[in-house]
């Protein structure tokens, strides 16, 4: 009796110790739902419902001189329908396809050529390393204040140092021939640290392998940093790139403190152009349709680049 009493407590214990183990289970992610709720209705409340409120005041013709238009869906797409007649929004778009192009082009070029300098091990260059994230770490409006009196031909110190070798040159702000100019590069002094900062960890952490095999193969300095370096870096380059693109089209303290998309509609980029709708005309509505296409071109664009460029790397 004894003997034929053993598989029916061992069946038993286990199932004793698989149910108690499914129960911890259980009760674990019943948990991690309970902690995690908290940061979910936070984050929601944050984000998905300012989105949500975007996307629905874009439907309506709000207009604070008129609250009751706030709920009139009568003409849910009028305010799209007016962008695609626009010429003043095309003309938005224009500058800031421009001003996408030429700061984030330069702050991967100055990014990368800055990391390839620091990429030695020195202690000298590791010391001056801190010394370029200075920009990065300004308030933009610091940064834009510092360029307005750069810009300043009265107190400019740059300005002085022209008029003085016989080169003297009017404000690049007011000038519809340098304006943009006058943002790109306050705008590329700023964010290069930052890309320079993703692209110098990425070169560090190069394998040696694929370097190695190159130098072995007799391959230059210039031969290997096109077809080894350059595609390892395509990830990185590929990420910072993302990064200063999206950061870029939300561009505002410069425009601000430095043209007020001046002169004329010179460097009134899209995000501008929907502050002045809101704020200088009360055309919330308008202006809300203006800010949900910057948003869904910016997705499609951030989707289009990363479809094209890819990242996976290939250096046979």
């Given amino acids: 009796?004894?003997?034929?009493?053993?598989?029916?407590?061992?069946?038993?214990?286990?199932?004793?110790?698989?149910?108690?183990?499914?129960?911890?289970?259980?009760?674990?992610?019943?948990?991690?739902?309970?902690?995690?709720?908290?940061?979910?209705?936070?984050?929601?409340?944050?984000?998905?419902?300012?989105?949500?409120?975007?996307?629905?005041?874009?439907?309506?013709?709000?207009?604070?001189?008129?609250?009751?238009?706030?709920?009139?869906?009568?003409?849910?797409?009028?305010?799209?329908?007016?962008?695609?007649?626009?010429?003043?929004?095309?003309?938005?778009?224009?500058?800031?396809?421009?001003?996408?192009?030429?700061?984030?082009?330069?702050?991967?070029?100055?990014?990368?050529?800055?990391?390839?300098?620091?990429?030695?091990?020195?202690?000298?260059?590791?010391?001056?390393?801190?010394?370029?994230?200075?920009?990065?770490?300004?308030?933009?409006?610091?940064?834009?204040?510092?360029?307005?009196?750069?810009?300043?031909?009265?107190?400019?110190?740059?300005?002085?140092?022209?008029?003085?070798?016989?080169?003297?040159?009017?404000?690049?702000?007011?000038?519809?021939?340098?304006?943009?100019?006058?943002?790109?590069?306050?705008?590329v002094w700023e964010w290069f640290p930052f890309t320079m900062l993703l692209l110098l960890a990425a070169l560090q952490m190069l394998p040696e392998e694929p370097l190695e095999a190159a130098l072995i193969d007799g391959a230059g300095p210039w031969q290997k940093f096109v077809y080894v370096v350059l595609p390892l870096l395509r990830p990185a380059i590929l990420v910072a790139g993302l990064f200063r693109l999206i950061d870029s089209i939300k561009a505002f303290p410069l425009i601000y403190i430095l043209t007020e998309g001046g002169p004329g509609k010179v460097t009134e980029i899209t995000n501008w152009y929907a502050f002045v709708q809101a704020f200088n005309f009360n055309y919330l509505g308008f202006a809300s349709a203006i800010t949900v296409v910057m948003v869904v071109a910016t997705f499609l664009l951030s989707w289009g680049i990363i479809r094209v460029v890819g990242t996976e790397v290939d250096v046979e």
């Fill in 1 to 187: 009796m004894a003997a034929s009493s053993g598989p029916p407590a061992s069946a038993s214990l286990r199932r004793a110790v698989t149910g108690s183990a499914g129960g911890w289970e259980a009760r674990r992610r019943r948990e991690y739902l309970y902690g995690l709720w908290p940061a979910l209705i936070v984050l929601a409340g944050v984000t998905l419902a300012p989105a949500v409120y975007l996307v629905v005041t874009s439907l309506t013709p709000l207009n604070l001189t008129n609250p009751q238009s706030e709920w009139n869906f009568r003409d849910p797409l009028g305010n799209y329908a007016l962008l695609v007649e626009d010429a003043r929004f095309h003309n938005s778009l224009l500058v800031q396809a421009k001003l996408s192009i030429f700061t984030v082009s330069f702050q991967l070029l100055v990014g990368l050529a800055v990391a390839i300098l620091l990429n030695a091990r020195s202690r000298f260059l590791e010391a001056v390393r801190t010394m370029f994230l200075i920009p990065m770490v300004l308030p933009p409006i610091v940064v834009a204040i510092i360029w307005k009196v750069l810009y300043t031909p009265d107190i400019s110190p740059f300005h002085m140092f022209l008029n003085s070798i016989g080169r003297p040159m009017g404000a690049m702000i007011t000038s519809p021939d340098y304006a943009i100019w006058s943002i790109v590069i306050p705008d």
